[in-house]
């Protein structure tokens, strides 16, 4: 029997409208949402709290991009608020979460990566397309993440694209 190889797609795009248009149709053709990760900075000028809490399954934002995060909890497994040097505040929901947590665990932040670099690195993403995405958040754009067997990704491709953005497929390790 032979084992489905395994891609990522990550798409970029310039706005949390965008994002979350593709994480919704992903979620309408029924993709299976635990393979989906996002990733943005709940970026703000003014001075308010940002934080969030979990109640169950799902996850309370404040910050200019609240409502964009909270219609995103009930589609994504895993949350996270991250204060990252250099890249500042960021939220993630998805498998995303756990890389990045394994990469700080395991120290491999390194190579010319940040955190987020280093935890997709570690999945298999290229390293000069890992240093746009990471200029990419640094931009306040948003990461969406889509990993599974390239038959999957391929179909996930076609999806985001409707979306807008910039999508790229990553063969995996």
Same mark, same amino acid.
Not at 17 to 23: G, L, M, T
Not at 47 to 63: F, L
């Given at each position: 029997?032979? !084992? ?9 795009? @310039?706005?949390?409208?965008?994002? *979350?248009? &593709? /994480? ?14 996002? %990733?943005?900075?709940?970026? $703000?000028?003014?001075?308010? !709290?940002?934080?969030?809490? @979990? ?11 609240? &409502? ?8 994504? /497994? ?5 204060? %990252?040097? =250099? ?15 394994? &990469? ?10 940040? #955190? ?6 570690? %999945? =298999?993403?290229?390293?000069?397309? !890992?240093?746009?995405? *990471?200029?990419?958040?640094?931009? @306040?754009?948003?990461?969406? !993440?889509? $990993?599974?067997?390239?038959?999957? #990704? ?20």
């Amino acid at each position: 029997m032979s !084992v489905e190889k395994e891609s990522a797609l990550v798409a970029t795009f @310039n706005t949390h409208v965008e994002a *979350e248009v &593709a /994480v919704k149709e992903l979620d309408k053709s029924g993709f299976e949402m635990k393979k989906l990760s996002i %990733i943005g900075k709940d970026y $703000h000028e003014e001075d308010d !709290v940002i934080g969030y809490y @979990n109640t169950g399954s799902r996850m309370k934002t404040w910050g200019k991009f609240g &409502a964009f995060w909270g219609s995103l909890w009930g589609f994504l /497994v895993g949350s996270a608020f991250f204060v %990252i040097p =250099g890249l500042g505040p960021i939220v993630v929901g998805g498998p995303l979460v756990g890389w990045i947590i394994g &990469a700080l665990e395991g120290a491999t932040v390194g190579a010319g990566f940040g #955190v987020v670099g280093a935890a997709l690195a570690g %999945i =298999g993403i290229p390293k000069d397309s !890992v240093l746009r995405y *990471e200029s990419s958040l640094k931009a @306040n754009h948003f990461l969406l !993440v889509v $990993h599974g067997t390239t038959q999957e #990704v391929v179909r996930a491709r076609e999806i985001v694209q409707t979306a807008g953005g910039s999508v790229d497929v990553h063969d995996l390790h």
